[in-house]
Nanobody, 124 residues
Framework: QVQLVESGGGLVQAGGSLRLSCAASGRTFSDYTMGWFRQAPGKEGELVAAISRSGVTTIYAASVNGRFTISRDNAKNTVYLQMNSLKPEDTAVYYC?????????????????WGQGTQVTVSS
């Protein structure tokens, strides 16, 4: 089992940047595919980005491609989400998630462990 704790959310103006971090504890961090999801009020949750165990493979939602970057540091048991050129529509609670499966998935249900979430609010 792995425990996940997100940090780095907050309030930022449109066009600004934030970096989210997710610290993992428990089992070996490099055994997990990692993902960032988000959920805005009244909307379904969606994958923002995900990264393979080694960090070689990454996938992004079309809406954030080119603005957000996911990365991981297996030595520090941490996954990051660098968010640039933020837009009001990026406002949501952002969740870190870990999957036992090796394949990098876009599907919420295929992730096994979740953090508590961190709020990101982008003002116009």
């Amino acid at each position: 089992q792995v425990q996940l704790v997100e940090s780095g959310g907050g309030l930022v103006q449109a066009g600004g940047s934030l970096r989210l971090s997710c610290a993992a504890s428990g089992r070996t961090f490099s055994d997990y595919t990692m993902g960032w999801f988000r959920q805005a009020p009244g909307k379904e949750g969606e994958l923002v980005a995900a990264i393979s165990r080694s960090g070689v493979t990454t996938i992004y939602a079309a809406s954030v491609n080119g603005r957000f970057t996911i990365s991981r540091d297996n030595a520090k048991n941490t996954v990051y989400l660098q968010m640039n050129s933020l837009k009001p529509e990026d406002t949501a609670v952002y969740y870190c998630a870990a999957a036992v499966r090796r394949v990098v998935s876009r599907t919420w249900d295929e992730y096994d462990y979740w953090g508590q979430g961190t709020q990101v609010t982008v003002s116009s």
